[in-house]
């Protein structure tokens, strides 16, 4: 038996055709949909990447974990935390990783026989090079049972995708660098702006039009759905297709200039926490299976232990690989199989990065309680008729505060419940260390003598205010 999950980082799931997009930005995934089961409401309850990746390979949230935040320095995962890799490797499993998050935190390696760094000389990682370190080792590892982490960071800034995927997605004879175009002004006039112009926007070059950035996303995960279909293929030249378990997830989504959120992935808006999750086993998962409820990542691990419990492969000890006891995932194969819609009847929401709130999201609203809003203008209370509103633009927490007022309960009585009188994690981060990704713009502004306060107690941050952070 093999295993191979993989992560497409910043994946939104309304930007797939499998999930109602118009254009083809994921033919092959899509074909691997159809030998499978698309999970249509697969959520990401904890966001962004550090959080999520933690959740999905302990099954439990972030408070239950007590890690909610990213690229904070006081987060900790205490080594006796059952992980999925150090589960699957006592039962016998070869284990391997092509990924780069022990950089982020040291217990993403736990747990690897192998673990190869896939981050090299540049700031990002390209679908190809994953390919070039997992392909050779999938080949040297055919005729073992195991275990294969894959990390593909094509969707996530900076958008830069060769340029013969672009023309598919952005129209001949449109000039995304147009003077004229002012459609990019807020978004560099966003308090974010400095820490996107290092790290983002400085590589593509000088945009003017919005719509060229859209364009870009698209086209990468297009070149992403590429390098897939090279790595399938391979699996089916070594005749090993048949005998994968391969498991598709999107980390978190990614906002393409809703809610004022320019191509980053925060805010607990339907284009962050809406993921994509595709499952094929071939004979085991019957074939173009769409499940239509509720389900979320911390799903993952208990529905693969359950997978190994029932195939049995030769020179696995599946005995050894019963739940961990304080699980929040729960098994994805009784909606695999048709036996019910999904494994949640709504998903509890969380995010502390560059800003800190939770959220409900119920099968007609959505309630999130801001506690921190960062670079962010936020009311602390939102709620959202997602079946009159699904673009999330009518806030409904004033005109209907009885409602507002049982989802607040109802939030305060989950996670004091999870908290069981411990600490909440996130109220400690913003106490003694504040908004882990503020210190990142925070560092950038020193360069250009600017202070956070100032910078974003300034309603107005037009271009020509920022020439020295251009200059820096």
Same mark, same amino acid.
């Given at each position: 038996?093999?295993?191979?999950?993989?992560?497409?980082?910043?994946?939104?799931?309304?930007?797939?055709?499998?999930?109602?997009?118009?254009?083809?930005?994921?033919?092959?995934?899509?074909?691997?949909?159809?030998?499978?089961?698309?999970?249509?409401?697969?959520?990401?309850?904890?966001?962004?990447?550090?959080?999520?990746?933690?959740?999905?390979?302990?099954?439990?949230?972030?408070?239950?974990?007590?890690?909610?935040?990213?690229?904070?320095? +006081?987060?900790?995962?205490?080594?006796? #935390? @059952?992980? $999925? %890799?150090?589960?699957?490797?006592?039962?016998? =499993?070869?284990? !391997?990783?092509?990924?780069?998050?022990?950089?982020?935190?040291?217990?993403?390696?736990?747990?690897?026989?192998?673990?190869?760094?896939?981050?090299?000389?540049?700031?990002?990682?390209?679908?190809?090079?994953?390919?070039?370190?997992?392909?050779?080792?999938?080949?040297?590892?055919?005729?073992?049972?195991?275990?294969?982490? +894959?990390?593909?960071?094509?969707?996530? #800034? @900076?958008? $830069? %995708?060769?340029?013969?995927?672009?023309?598919? =997605?952005?129209? !001949?004879?449109?000039?995304?660098?147009?003077?004229?175009?002012?459609?990019?002004?807020?978004?560099?006039?966003?308090?974010?702006?400095?820490?996107?112009?290092?790290?983002?926007?400085?590589?593509?070059?000088?945009?003017?039009?919005?719509?060229?950035?859209?364009?870009?996303?698209?086209?990468?995960?297009?070149?992403?759905?590429?390098?897939?279909?090279?790595?399938?293929?391979?699996?089916?030249?070594?005749?090993?297709?048949?005998?994968?378990?391969?498991?598709?997830?999107?980390?978190?989504?990614?906002?393409?200039?809703?809610?004022?959120?320019?191509?980053?992935?925060?805010?607990?808006?339907?284009?962050?926490?809406?993921?994509?999750?595709?499952?094929?086993?071939?004979?085991?998962?019957?074939?173009?299976?769409?499940?239509?409820?509720?389900?979320?990542?911390?799903?993952?691990?208990?529905?693969?232990?359950?997978?190994?419990?029932?195939?049995?492969?030769?020179?696995?000890?599946?005995?050894?690989?019963?739940?961990?006891?304080?699980?929040?995932?729960?098994?994805?194969?009784?909606?695999?199989?048709?036996?019910?819609?999904?494994?949640?009847?709504?998903?509890?929401?969380?995010?502390?990065?560059?800003?800190?709130?939770?959220?409900?999201?119920?099968?007609?609203?959505?309630?999130?309680?801001?506690?921190?809003?960062?670079?962010?203008?936020?009311?602390?209370?939102?709620?959202?008729?997602?079946?009159?509103?699904?673009?999330?633009?009518?806030?409904?927490?004033?005109?209907?505060?009885?409602?507002?007022?049982?989802?607040?309960?109802?939030?305060?009585?989950?996670?004091?419940?999870?908290?069981?009188?411990?600490?909440?994690?996130?109220?400690?981060?913003?106490?003694?260390?504040?908004?882990?990704?503020?210190?990142?713009?925070?560092?950038?502004?020193?360069?250009?003598?600017?202070?956070?306060?100032?910078?974003?107690?300034?309603?107005?941050?037009?271009?020509?205010?920022?020439?020295?952070?251009?200059?820096?």
């Amino acid at each position: 038996m093999k295993i191979i999950l993989i992560s497409l980082d910043t994946l939104r799931a309304s930007r797939l055709s499998g999930y109602g997009y118009g254009k083809p930005t994921s033919p092959y995934l899509d074909r691997i949909a159809s030998r499978g089961v698309l999970f249509e409401r697969a959520y990401a309850a904890d966001i962004p990447t550090e959080v999520a990746h933690t959740g999905i390979f302990t099954g439990k949230i972030g408070l239950t974990t007590g890690v909610v935040s990213h690229g904070s320095s +006081l987060t900790s995962l205490p080594k006796d #935390t @059952p992980w $999925l %890799p150090n589960l699957l490797r006592a039962s016998g =499993f070869t284990t !391997a990783a092509v990924d780069n998050l022990y950089q982020l935190k040291e217990w993403f390696a736990r747990g690897y026989r192998y673990y190869i760094n896939s981050a090299g000389g540049k700031r990002w990682i390209d679908g190809r090079t994953v390919n070039s370190l997992a392909m050779p080792w999938i080949e040297q590892h055919k005729d073992e049972s195991f275990f294969l982490f +894959l990390h593909y960071w094509d969707a996530h #800034t @900076p958008y $830069l %995708p060769p340029d013969s995927y672009v023309p598919e =997605f952005y129209p !001949a004879g449109r000039d995304p660098f147009d003077p004229a175009n002012r459609s990019m002004e807020r978004a560099y006039n966003h308090a974010a702006y400095p820490f996107f112009k290092h790290h983002h926007y400085d590589l593509v070059g000088p945009v003017t039009d919005s719509a060229y950035y859209d364009a870009l996303y698209d086209a990468e995960i297009r070149y992403l759905d590429d390098r897939l279909q090279e790595l399938d293929e391979h699996l089916e030249r070594l005749g090993i297709a048949e005998d994968t378990l391969l498991v598709l997830f999107g980390d978190h989504g990614e906002s393409l200039t809703e809610h004022e959120i320019y191509w980053d992935h925060c805010g607990l808006y339907e284009p962050t926490v809406h993921v994509p999750l595709i499952m094929r086993w071939p004979g085991r998962i019957p074939a173009g299976r769409r499940v239509p409820g509720f389900v979320q990542q911390v799903d993952l691990l208990p529905t693969i232990l359950e997978a190994v419990r029932s195939e049995q492969p030769p020179g696995i000890d599946a005995a050894k690989l019963r739940e961990p006891e304080g699980l929040d995932g729960r098994s994805l194969w009784d909606a695999i199989g048709g036996r019910s819609n999904g494994t949640q009847e709504r998903i509890m929401l969380s995010e502390c990065a560059w800003q800190a709130a939770r959220g409900i999201r119920t099968e007609r609203y959505k309630y999130i309680r801001t506690y921190d809003a960062g670079p962010f203008r936020r009311p602390p209370c939102e709620l959202y008729d997602l079946h009159a509103d699904p673009e999330e633009t009518a806030n409904l927490a004033d005109a209907l505060p009885d409602v507002a007022a049982r989802f607040e309960r109802e939030l305060e009585e989950w996670v004091a419940g999870k908290l069981a009188g411990r600490e909440d994690p996130m109220k400690l981060q913003l106490k003694a260390a504040g908004l882990p990704f503020r210190r990142r713009i925070e560092q950038i502004l020193l360069t250009a003598g600017l202070t956070w306060e100032a910078w974003s107690a300034d309603p107005r941050r037009e271009r020509f205010d920022l020439a020295a952070l251009h200059r820096s």
